[in-house]
Every structure is written in C-alpha cells, then in structure tokens.
C-alpha cells in the first residue's frame, strides 16, 4: 500500500475525543497503558514489548532502531506513545501527517507517576491512573524509609548493565538512583557518562562489596571469579537484577529497586 493511500486512509478514519486506537513504541509505554487501565485499546506496538503476556499477540510496527511507519498508519492510530529521547526524529513522517503523539521521557522515579497521571488524563482513565500513580508512589516512599537512612559507611556497590565491554550506570540512570535510594554508594556515581565503559583495574581498585548484574544468566557474572580476593567475591555477593523491571521505566521497575534494596541489606548484615 503507497504512503498515499495510507494518507488518504488516515483522513478518511474518523476524529475521536478520546483517543481508542493506541500504538505503542517501547516495552515500558506498553506497560504504562495496562498499569492504568487502557490496555484494551492497544492495535500495535514494538518488537520487545512482551509484558503483560497478550500483548505478544499484536501487530509489531517498530523496533529500538527504527519505525515500519506504513504498517504503523496501517493501524489507523489515533495516538503513537513513543520514547521522547529515542524516536522523536523516528516520527518525522508520521507526525507530518498530523497523527497525534505523547511523549514518554521519565528522569526520575517520581516523574514516572507524572507522566502515568498525564497519560490518564489524555485517555480519559484519570482515576485509574491516578490509584496507580498513588500506588507506586507510596511503595517508592516506603522502600525509601525502609532502606534509605541508614547510619555508618555505605555498601561500595557495582552496578554491571553490560559485558563485555565492562558497562555501568551511572547519574540519574534507574540502576544508579536505585543503589542511591537502598542507601548504596554507586562505585561509578561519578562518572561523566550515564553509562560509562569500566575498565577491570578501575574496580578492583575500589573493591565494591556487591556486584549487581542486570541480566537472567548467572553465567554473565562469571568472570569475577577470577579475583577472589575481591570483596563481593570473597562474601558470595554477585546478584542478579531483572533487567526487564529495572530498565522499563514502569511501576514494575520498583520490584528491581526492592530486589536491590535486599541486597544492600543482605551486605549491610551480614
């Protein structure tokens, strides 16, 4: 179908007040629209959204590196949800033709129940998305006061997003303000880069007491066997963090934070 036709289809759809024909272009705004009670209007979305379970089901229009922007306005969308920082340039010519889109780009774990409330008010399930909004919040507040005020030293902790290369997190990266709200001292918080390239001398250097790793495979965690005189070695703490909780920026991500919180609890008690 020529991008004509779908431009001729697209005007012939008709105008809703309220958004009903969704696409979404991140796992995250995936799990966003269901968090708040909207994911029964759902028609398309990306390669890797694959939470909750039915959404497999759907048509896939795009990926992390590029849009299908004719199978998207196959879809007759009457709202695109996508990854500000991300894919706004990826949208150029689909938003030229007038398709409206929201704009997902959370910094911080609060802003996240902004944008869930914004989200709500523009599909017209304020209330739902607003329990939701005050849900997370109240469980972010709560790891807070469990987990965040504790007297002495910190846990030195290292955060591994990636190997190889030797990847971290670092400034307002989740992974990085999680180990800051469990109470942790981010080994890498001082880094220039969100995520900075880590070289092995760096870290044995500062000894961290923890290894996080945010993968499913044990296997991954491996290579620091071969210094056993390193502190998160020597004590047995190598953990893994879900990766799909941690990295979406979704109410899910505070299971991770939690997961890390027990972590730094587990070193702190030991």
Not at 42 to 58: C, F, G, I, M, N
Not at 141 to 149: I, K
Not at 174 to 188: F, K, P, R
Request: net charge neutral.
């Amino acid at each position: 179908m020529s991008k004509y036709w779908l431009w001729l289809l697209l005007l012939a759809a008709p105008v809703l007040a309220t958004p009903q024909r969704l696409i979404t272009l991140t796992p995250h705004l995936t799990e966003l629209v269901y968090a708040i009670g909207a994911g029964d209007r759902l028609v398309a979305t990306d390669d890797w959204s694959d939470y909750p379970p039915e959404v497999k089901r759907l048509p896939k229009v795009a990926n992390f590196r590029s849009i299908n922007s004719e199978a998207l306005l196959a879809q007759r969308p009457d709202l695109i949800l996508a990854w500000r920082s991300v894919q706004s340039s990826m949208l150029s010519s689909v938003t030229v033709l007038g398709v409206p889109v929201f704009y997902s780009d959370p910094t911080r774990f609060e802003s996240l129940a902004d944008e869930m409330r914004a989200l709500g008010k523009q599909l017209d399930v304020e209330t739902q998305a607003n329990q939701a909004a005050d849900a997370f919040l109240a469980r972010l507040a709560s790891l807070r006061q469990r987990y965040g005020h504790h007297a002495g030293p910190k846990v030195r902790v290292f955060y591994q997003l990636w190997y190889p290369p030797l990847t971290s997190a670092s400034g307002v990266a989740w992974a990085a303000q999680a180990i800051e709200l469990c109470g942790g001292e981010n080994i890498m918080a001082n880094s220039s880069a969100p995520y900075p390239q880590v070289g092995m001398e760096e870290v044995l250097a500062r000894n961290p007491q923890l290894i996080l790793a945010g993968t499913h495979h044990s296997e991954e965690l491996d290579h620091w066997r071969k210094w056993p005189n390193l502190d998160a070695v020597k004590q047995h703490h190598l953990v893994l963090i879900n990766p799909d909780e941690l990295h979406r920026f979704t109410p899910r991500a505070l299971n991770a934070v939690e997961a890390i919180c027990k972590a730094i609890d587990a070193v702190r008690h030991r």
